[in-house]
């Protein structure tokens, strides 16, 4: 079932969906049938992007994904450590991306032009605000 399809029916059931801070919220919740519940489970992804503007394309996670490992070849990071950082990127949720991306381009220019002098050392991306 689309997201269209399942906006209709909670329209129609006199539920309204919102998205606040990535998260997918109905309200009223005394007028949501098990039924339409289940509905809107079923495709609750589909649902937060049809109703939350992303601000991002492929395109950005594709260089998110480049940044990473050109950060991680220039300080020379285990490849444990690259694949956490890739993983971590993968997980995060589509309301984070456009923050993340900025400050992974950040990084990438700290740890890309350093000085030749200047010893490489592992950079803190923070994908998300307070993680590492």
Request: aromatic fraction near 6%.
């Amino acid at each position: 079932m689309t997201a269209i399809v399942v906006l209709e029916k909670a329209k129609a059931a006199g539920v309204a969906l919102t998205v606040e801070g990535g998260e997918l919220y109905a309200r009223p919740r005394s007028a949501l049938t098990q039924e339409l519940r289940a509905i809107i489970q079923s495709c609750k992804l589909e649902l937060i992007e049809a109703l939350y503007p992303l601000g991002y394309t492929l395109d950005d996670l594709a260089e998110m994904d480049k940044l990473i490992r050109e950060i991680a070849e220039a300080e020379d990071w285990p490849q444990e450590a690259l694949e956490a950082t890739l993983d971590e990127r993968r997980r995060m949720r589509p309301v984070d991306v456009p923050d993340a991306l900025q400050r992974l381009r950040k990084a990438q220019k700290w740890a890309v032009g350093r000085w030749p002098d200047t010893p490489a050392e592992r950079t803190k991306i923070e994908l998300l605000d307070g993680w590492q």
